[in-house]
């Protein structure tokens, strides 16, 4: 019997914006399928219920995959497609198995010789730099900056090497409520010139993506209160 | 007089697959739009003509912006922009500003205050990072490994390091003539238990995105021709 196919499905960013970030074939596939891997079950239900209200949730099988599950679980949750079903993978916001456990699911089915496809949706981090104007043939994505002091300054010494040296985009995230003393570390550590972008409500109402040099932005730390946002450096 | 938007319009990394990568929204945004700036001309008219079929091409007005096009011409094509017309931005292949010279034209956007919105559609990176199970809390794009000898050389230590020391996913691209060559080089100058993904044909009919240790490879050098494809490594 030939595997079912594990489908990797963005969700949304922002409520309410199917049609604006959610191609057709991801709805057309979605309604197919009846074993989902979901890293929310709540946020998993209101997204398969937004692509289509006919989908019957109580008719689907689910099985939740986040930071708590013990790794040696998630083996199992493949057996659906090896036994011929296709799997929907959804993660809490945005694109499966970029900054979510579905990656070792995903790892789990490569090891098997299961097919993955991923399907296009919006992630906050590509979206950011198409929008920064900062070099996107070179870029990395750091996640969180270590907290503790000495790492810490290392981290921004490492970012600022490689924006000069490799003229390589440099874009991570912070807790929402340290946005504020982020964009002051920046402004006072690093040099006045070199430009910070930061994205936030990406695809939503207030969506605001914004390229200033860090000096301009010392007066604007306090912007962003406490939104999820993402931060883009460059030179 | 308020200003234009610019709209970033991403569009197909495979024929006629309007439905399977792009958003509504982009659609009916799209049909708004009298003044376009775009990598290739004849490629943007097609896909304009994808988009909607009710499109009048002659009825547009276009910008040509490619790697061929002196820097001192960009700032020009924001002037409808600042006549309160909205531009769109459409590259030759996928997500514009990304790896094209539409970046720059951001980037004086941004200088000049003016909106930039990205809209959803296909990227080949985070379409083959989603698939590859790599991690994706942690990764780095890097274009094209250098060709000359002690340059790649130190290109592939430097990956390596990166992998090892700060569990960073490596993700870059090759001339497609010169897949296999680089598929064995990397079986033998890189660890045996190193894992490599090779994505081709993303979001086409022969989609294949595979996740093998190096050593495993070996025999699968010659598997991709000339097909255009992007390679991911991990541990």
């Known amino acids: 019997m030939a595997h079912g196919k594990i489908y990797l499905f963005p969700s949304l960013l922002s409520p309410d914006t199917v049609e ?22 709540r946020t998993a239900r209101r997204f398969l219920k937004q692509c289509d209200r006919s989908i019957v949730i109580d008719e689907l099988h689910f099985d939740v995959l986040n930071e708590h599950t013990p790794g040696q679980d998630v083996e199992a949750m493949l057996v659906p497609a090896l ?12 694109c499966p198995a970029v900054a979510d456990p579905g990656a070792d699911l995903v790892a789990a089915a490569q090891r098997k010789g299961i097919e993955v496809v ?11 730099l ?14 969180y900056l270590p907290l503790e002091g000495a790492k810490r300054a290392a981290a921004l010494k490492e970012m600022e090497r490689n924006i000069r040296q490799h003229r390589q985009t440099q874009i991570f995230i912070e807790t929402p409520y340290r946005n504020g003393r982020l964009i002051s ?28 040099p860090l000096r301009q932005w010392r007066s604007h730390a306090d912007d962003y209160g406490k939104v999820p946002a993402i931060f883009l450096l460059y030179n």
Chains 1, 2 share one sequence.
Do not use: W
């Open 20 to 41: 604006a970030v959610i191609p057709r074939r991801n709805i057309d596939l979605i309604k197919g399928v009846k074993y989902f891997v979901v890293e929310e079950l």
């Open 83 to 94: 036994e011929g079903h296709d799997i929907g993978v959804i993660s809490e916001a945005g």
């Open 118 to 128: 991923p399907l296009v949706g919006p992630s906050s981090i590509l979206l950011a």
């Open 130 to 143: 198409m929008a920064s104007g900062f070099n996107g043939q070179s870029f990395a994505f750091l996640g």
């Open 185 to 212: 570390e920046l402004s006072s550590k690093l040099p006045g010139d070199m430009l910070l972008c930061v994205a936030c409500d990406i695809t939503g109402q207030n969506e605001s993506i914004i390229t200033r």
